[in-house]
């Protein structure tokens, strides 16, 4: 068996802290041989504040399944970008559907991000690795692992939506905030299929392996997964393809699911 879990509003709480019972249940689970991997829209650059709460760092499947990564190395073990000509038939027809979409770009595995001057950053200047462009041209020179798409408030399934069917065959469109900020990855690019390809590595099947989210973001693992678990603060979308929803991420539900699985 394996777990594999969201973290912002599944194991984090609001405060984007690790609780007490949640971190020590994931050192149960290592004390077990149970293995979990986090499964996350974050950068790798995000992952450090969750790394100095765990007792040991997680292998994680990050950018929504564009990156996989062995925090105890330091290590890429896949990366699976924008091309930077895709990058551009992006902007070209995001130009067209959305004229005041303002454009971000992850490059460098995620380990980087570039944004236009008029892009809010509301969460990345504690982050680093972050840098104003003049033009949107800028951001299509590297490859990215993941673009993010703003214009204004928005309600965040219906701009979604919007913005899939106008990338429709050429990229994925998927959200994970109440802001109305979609995340852009390259075809097939999913967080089941980041999960697929380091389960596969390890040689465990998709119905050995317990998922458990929270956001729209989360709908492809879960649905890939043996065994899907919506926390109690799930989107209805997310809650409509589990098996099983739990507690609240303030109230440990990935927690007491996972102390009910050891011995």
């Known amino acids: 068996m394996l777990i594999a879990t969201d973290l912002d509003g599944t194991l984090l709480r609001a405060d984007k802290t690790i609780s007490a019972r949640t971190a020590a249940a994931l050192d149960r689970a290592a004390e077990a041989d149970l293995p979990v991997v986090l499964v996350t829209g974050r950068p790798i650059r995000w992952l450090k504040l969750v790394y100095e709460q765990l007792a040991i760092p997680l292998p994680a499947v990050c950018a929504n399944g564009a990156v996989v990564y062995d925090p105890a190395r330091d290590q890429v073990l896949r990366a699976d970008p924008l091309a930077p ?98 995340e852009v990855s390259a075809s097939g690019v999913t967080k089941a299929a980041g999960l697929a390809w380091y389960c596969d590595r390890l040689g465990v099947p998709a119905a050995q392996v317990t998922a458990f989210g929270d956001m729209p973001n989360d709908v492809p693992m879960l649905a890939w997964a043996g065994r899907a678990i919506a926390v109690g603060n799930a989107h209805p979308a997310v809650k409509e393809v589990a098996d099983e929803v739990v507690a609240s991420n303030e109230d440990d539900g990935v927690a007491i699911y996972i102390e009910s699985l050891l011995p």
Do not use: C, N
């Open 85 to 182: 000509d895709v990058l551009a038939e992006i902007a070209r027809r995001l130009a067209d559907e959305v004229p005041d979409a303002v454009l971000a770009v992850e490059i460098v595995d995620g380990r980087e991000m570039r944004h236009q001057v008029e892009y809010p950053i509301l969460w990345d200047s504690a982050h680093g690795g972050v840098r104003a462009v003049d033009a949107v041209a800028e951001l299509l020179t590297e490859p990215a692992v993941k673009l993010l798409v703003r214009a204004g408030q928005r309600d965040p399934d219906e701009f979604t939506a919007r913005i899939g069917k106008a990338l429709h065959g050429i990229a994925e469109a998927t959200h994970s905030s109440l802001s109305g900020l979609v």
